[in-house]
């Protein structure tokens, strides 16, 4: 079943208005994560888009990635709880809740004025060119899952 397009400006706002329910005591359902770790382990996804700041993976890691873990990550199926996730996903330490609330709300607003356009064809770091289906399904099914995560 397709998810719904996080390129639109109402999937967008439903998004944030469950972001914006989160508190930094805001427990999880289910995995390790505190609700400010979360967030910033969201941002990453952004993060390798628009910032210069994670390593790329090497040829042979970006096959691997290609192969094996590209269909789950852009594919239809949702995630399953307590997945295991790449190490520079792993977020450990204290973080600014609400720096982190803000910066993924900026960085999902910003991915929502760019537009399906201009994530069709675009180059993943991990995964190669995508096309927009794939885009939206990486962006929504990762947001929505640790939403649920948090029971928002």
Request: net charge positive; aromatic share 12%; hydrophobic share 30%.
């Amino acid at each position: 079943m397709p998810f719904p397009n996080i390129f639109t400006k109402p999937v967008t706002d439903e998004i944030i208005q469950r972001i914006s329910k989160l508190t930094p005591d805001t427990q999880p359902l289910w995995g390790k994560m505190s609700a400010e770790q979360m967030l910033a382990h969201c941002n990453v996804s952004y993060e390798m888009i628009y910032e210069n700041i994670h390593p790329k993976p090497n040829a042979f890691m970006k096959f691997i990635l290609k192969t094996m873990i590209k269909n789950k990550v852009t594919g239809e199926t949702p995630f399953p709880h307590s997945s295991r996730t790449a190490p520079q996903f792993i977020i450990t330490g204290t973080k600014d809740f609400e720096k982190e609330k803000q910066r993924l709300i900026s960085y999902i607003n910003k991915t929502q004025e760019l537009g399906e356009s201009h994530f069709d064809k675009k180059e993943s770091p991990s995964f190669g060119p995508l096309n927009t289906t794939e885009w939206n399904n990486l962006f929504y099914k990762h947001l929505d899952h640790h939403l649920q995560q948090f029971g928002v």
